[in-house]
């Protein structure tokens, strides 16, 4: 079966640390640029992170630079998104999304529909709170 499963979600306290999972079936994900996105209640959905498919080049949300970290494992297929000394307004649903022609930056940047991307995930729920 062909799919993007997102995972590693969880509560937290401020201050506390996860790390997210973004794993491919069925499809090569150092083919495509990946992003992270998240959206909470209320608001847009919004980019947090993305790596390029090519280069290795990321991007980050001013929001997250400096506690977030997005990397790849070709051999288990996976991204990750390492999210450290996180915050309430950090709480969100997270998705990862795999686009084929995706550029790091506008692929953060300029959000588009979900059936857009060649691959979403069903998303994870992130919740900091005390």
């Known amino acids: 079966q062909v799919q993007l499963v997102d995972s590693g979600g969880g509560l937290v306290q401020p201050g506390g640390s996860l790390r997210l999972s973004c794993a491919a079936s069925?499809?090569?994900?150092?083919?495509?640029?990946i992003g992270w996105f998240r959206q909470a209640p209320g608001k847009e959905r919004e980019g947090v992170s993305c790596?390029?498919?090519?280069?290795?080049?990321?991007y980050y949300a001013d929001s997250v630079k400096g506690r977030f970290t997005i990397s790849r494992d070709s051999a288990k297929n996976t991204v990750y998104l390492q999210m450290n000394n996180l915050k309430p307004e950090d709480t969100a649903v997270y998705y990862c999304?795999?686009?084929?022609?995706?550029?790091?930056?506008?692929?953060?940047?300029?959000?588009?529909?979900?059936?857009?991307?060649?691959?979403w995930g069903q998303g994870t729920q992130v919740t900091v709170s005390s």
């Open positions: 999304a795999a686009d084929y022609k995706g550029i790091v930056q506008a692929m953060c940047v300029m959000v588009k529909r979900v059936e857009e991307y060649d691959y």
């Open positions: 069925g499809f090569t994900l150092d083919y495509y640029a």
């Open positions: 790596i390029s498919s090519r280069d290795g080049r990321t």
